[in-house]
């Protein structure tokens, strides 16, 4: 049994039984190893698959601002990897399109009052490392596209109240293109929305994860306390429940 990933769900108990069956499909593949990855797409569900169709749309029109990408919460690292895919898709010779994650790789740190009281420090943790995992990962899918000998992602560990800063002060030429905010909660998305604002340039797509969510009120309260929420243009795409966007107009 794992433990210390403490996560909230809203799969029905029927639903988990179903994806179980569907983990169980994919441990126990007759498709050879030299095969499998080519036909992934078996064990996609519309949930899934939904995310993936959501963030297509997103870097499609991302692609033609200038700048690069940062992703604010990363945990497994799922996002950070469809955009490097995506990248290699739209743009494999652009080398300045970095992706940059941040994350404390250790769950939730900093929970607040303006958070409410169903999450708490420590949930969505995990394994020791896992980011060097995550890294290598990641390069192995840089090898397998142009101009591979240049690295253009990083992961960065730890509170990103510190972090962030420290990156931006020693990258004055960056341009902020996309921002994605997965931190769930109120500190943390509230120092990022301050710090890139100097970074961002007209026609930059900001992504929450959480927006309008009474499971984490934080994100909500700290754009509302950063922005003019009256003057953004909130948007969504029909397929995904939550993920919300707006560009910099």
């Known amino acids: 049994m794992k433990t210390g990933y403490d996560i909230i769900v809203h799969s029905s ?9 569907l983990m169980g499909l994919l441990k126990n593949s007759p ?9 992934l797409g078996l064990y996609l569900t519309s949930k899934n698959l939904s995310r993936m169709l959501f ?5 499609k029109n991302v692609s033609k601002i200038h700048g690069v990408i940062m992703e604010f919460g990363v945990r497994w690292g799922p996002t950070t990897s469809l955009l490097s895919v995506l990248r290699g898709i739209f743009e494999p010779f652009n080398r300045t399109r970095k992706v940059i ?15 409410g009281d169903i999450s708490k420090d420590g949930a969505y943790s995990l394994p020791a490392d896992y980011d ?16 591979s000998h240049i690295r253009k992602f990083e992961l ?7 972090t962030l800063p420290r990156y931006l002060e020693r990258h004055p ?12 909660i109120y500190k943390p998305t509230k120092e990022a929305l301050a710090a890139i604002q100097p970074y961002l340039c007209k ?13 984490f009120p934080g994100e909500t309260v700290a754009l509302r306390e950063v922005l003019a929420m009256p003057q953004l243009r909130l948007q969504r795409m029909p397929m995904t429940a939550r993920l919300a966007y707006f560009e910099v107009e």
């Open 203 to 215: 026609g930059s797509i900001l992504v929450f994860d959480e927006l309008c969510d009474e499971v």
């Open 132 to 147: 060097k995992y995550l890294a290598n990962l990641l390069q192995v899918q840089e090898d397998l596209n142009p101009l």
């Open 101 to 115: 994650g941040f994350d404390t790789f250790c769950g939730h740190r900093g929970i607040g009052v303006k958070d």
């Open 173 to 184: 030429e960056t341009i902020i293109s996309l921002a994605i905010f997965d931190l769930d």
């Open 55 to 59: 963030f297509y749309e997103i870097y």
């Open 156 to 162: 960065i560990k730890g509170d990103l109240v510190v």
């Open 31 to 39: 498709i050879p190893d030299d095969e499998l990855l080519a036909n």
């Open 13 to 21: 108990e029927g639903e988990k039984i179903t994806e179980q069956k």
